[in-house]
Nanobody, 116 residues
Framework: QVQLVESGGGLVQPGGSLRVSCAAS????????MSWYRQAPGKEREFVAD????????NVADSVKGRFTISRDNIKNTVYLQMNSLKPEDTAVYYC?????????WGQGTQVTVSS
């Protein structure tokens, strides 16, 4: 079965960096685009970034452009989100997502808290 397991979240000070990871299993990882979303308390889940399966093309939300970078390792079946220059408003649960045959699969999420 499809499984997505996020890790790497934690508490970081404003201006700091963090890298979160999503380990995938149960499907042919290299064939599918992968995405990161986040959900802050009291807000809807929002798109953060995605990466294509074939050419590695990436797309990031305007709110994190220039600060966040998405990448993937098709050998390790893992997608990463490198987050730099973190702000308190980046505090959220971060989720990875894959869509297979029009069905969305989500991980359990990893908490990122940006606070001094």
């Amino acid at each position: 079965q499809v499984q997505l397991v996020e890790s790497g979240g934690g508490l970081v000070q404003p201006g700091g960096s963090l890298r979160v990871s999503c380990a995938a299993s149960g499907f042919t990882f290299s064939r599918y685009p992968m995405s990161w979303y986040r959900q802050a308390p009291g807000k809807e889940r929002e798109f953060v970034a995605d990466v294509h399966s074939d050419d590695g093309y990436t797309n990031v939300a305007d709110s994190v452009k220039g600060r966040f970078t998405i990448s993937r390792d098709n050998i390790k079946n893992t997608v990463y989100l490198q987050m730099n220059s973190l702000k308190p408003e980046d505090t959220a649960v971060y989720y990875c997502k894959v869509v297979i045959l029009n069905r969305a699969y989500w991980g359990q999420g990893t908490q990122v808290t940006v606070s001094s």
